[in-house]
T-cell receptor, first 116, second 109 residues
């Protein structure tokens, strides 16, 4: 079974530039998550999709971050404009459903963003 | 105070040692996850617990719901166990996972 695919693996940009990350979840998984993981910290949920609808984006800095999941499959996360504090690993995860006791999330390898 | 606290933050062990990583949480939960993160970012789910104890190979995870505490044990540790181990809890009412900051484990040969 193919896992969660993310690209690019690494990205270096200057502050105020824009950047986009792509995620392809496991086939059949209805729920997709984007996390931000700053060095030395645990992941923080940015946004959760159920199919192509947003379930939780309460921690997404909406002035600069946006995400979409067209057709309920692939998703893109965009930062525009980037700030130095956005340097982090951006993790995508997917799960069969978004709720339920046995809901297990499968993570991609992440995109490491460095903002200079 | 974070909702999920892990200890220790860093742990160095010699190959073969028995290792314990602890996780305490302050909210009601429906489930607790132990995750392993290798350099490069990839995260693998090790266990999901709602009560009692689970074992997989050399890994054992326990949870005490009353004390809001879980432990991850590694028996006969090996250098390939070196990774960050993260505890995450799912709230009683929601689907969001709240993560601890992780424990960096280094096992030396």
């Amino acid at each position: 079974e193919a896992g969660v695919a993310q690209s690019p693996r690494y990205k270096i940009i200057e502050k105020r530039q824009s950047v986009a990350f792509w995620c392809n979840p496991i086939s059949g998984h209805a729920t997709l998550y984007w996390y931000q993981q700053i060095l030395g910290q645990g992941p923080k949920l940015l946004i959760q999709f159920q199919n192509n609808g947003v379930v939780d984006d309460s921690q997404l800095p909406k002035d600069r971050f946006s995400a979409e999941r067209l057709k309920g499959v692939d998703s893109t996360l965009k930062i525009q404009p980037a700030k130095l504090e956005d340097s982090a690993v951006y993790l995508c995860a997917s799960s069969l459903t978004g709720t339920g006791l046995y809901n297990i999330q499968y993570f991609g390898a992440g995109t490491r963003l460095s903002v200079l | 105070k974070n909702e999920v606290e892990q200890s220790p933050q860093n742990l160095t062990a010699q190959e073969g040692e028995f290792i314990t990583i602890n996780c305490s949480y302050s909210v009601g939960i429906s489930a607790l996850h132990w995750l392993q993160q290798h350099p490069g970012g990839g995260i693998v789910s090790l266990f999901m617990l709602s009560s009692g104890k689970k074992k997989h190979g050399r890994l054992i995870a326990t949870i005490n719901i009353q004390e809001k505490h879980s432990s991850l044990h590694i028996t006969a540790s090996h250098p390939r166990d070196s990774a960050v181990y993260i505890c995450a809890v799912r709230g009683a009412s929601g689907s969001r996972l709240t993560f601890g900051e992780g424990t960096q484990l280094t096992v030396n040969p």
